[in-house]
C-alpha cells in the first residue's frame, strides 16, 4: 500500500445506506411499539427484484444484514426471518426502546450540534424525535452522526 492509497478518502455510502436502514427500522418499530410486526425489507431499502437466479440486488441485502446486525446487537428481536425478505414478529428491545426513548438532555455533543443547526425541537424531546426529523430535512452525514453516536451510547440510559 502506498502513502497516496491511505489518504484517499474511503467511499462509505454503504455506512450511510446503514445508518439510513436503521433510522429507518427504529422508526418503523417505534411507532409500532411494542406490537410485534412483520419487517420487511422493502419498506426500508424500496423495491427490488430478484434476478434470474432469485438473488435480491447487493443494496437489498445489505439492508437484510442490517435488520440482523441489530438485532444481534441487541436492538431488536424477531420470531423468524421469511427468506431474506422480512423478519416476522419483530419488535424494539427494551435498550433500544428507552434509547430512543431518552430525553435530547441525554444525547451526546455530536448530536447536540446536528439538533442547535437543523432540528427545531426542545432540547428534552426523545431522541426519535430528532431522528425522524433528520431522516426528513438532515443531510446523509447528520443522519450518520445521530445514528452513530447513538449506537456508540451505553445501553443503560435513562
Known amino acids: 500500500m502506498t502513502t ?3 489518504l484517499t478518502p474511503i467511499n462509505d455510502l454503504h455506512i450511510n445506506d446503514f445508518c439510513k436502514d436503521t433510522a429507518k427500522i427504529w422508526l418503523y418499530l417505534y411507532m409500532r411499539f411494542p ?3 412483520a419487517l420487511y425489507v422493502e419498506d426500508i431499502a424500496g423495491a427490488d427484484e430478484p434476478d434470474e437466479f432469485g438473488l435480491h440486488s447487493p443494496r437489498f441485502q445489505a439492508c437484510f444484514s442490517t435488520m440482523l446486525w441489530l438485532t444481534e446487537a441487541g436492538y431488536l428481536y424477531y420470531q423468524q426471518p ?7 414478529g419483530a419488535c424494539l428491545t427494551q435498550k433500544a426502546f428507552i434509547l430512543l426513548s431518552s430525553s435530547e438532555n441525554h444525547v451526546t455533543t455530536a448530536q447536540k450540534n446536528i439538533s442547535d443547526k437543523t432540528i427545531p425541537v426542545t432540547s428534552t424531546a426523545p431522541r426519535i424525535q430528532h431522528l425522524k426529523h433528520t431522516l426528513k430535512h438532515g443531510s446523509s452525514e447528520q443522519l450518520k452522526t445521530l445514528i452513530l453516536d447513538s449506537l456508540s451510547l451505553p445501553s443503560g440510559i435513562k
Open 4 to 6: 497516496s492509497d491511505t
Open 35 to 37: 406490537q410485534k410486526n
Open 82 to 88: 421469511v427468506n431474506q425478505e422480512a423478519l416476522e
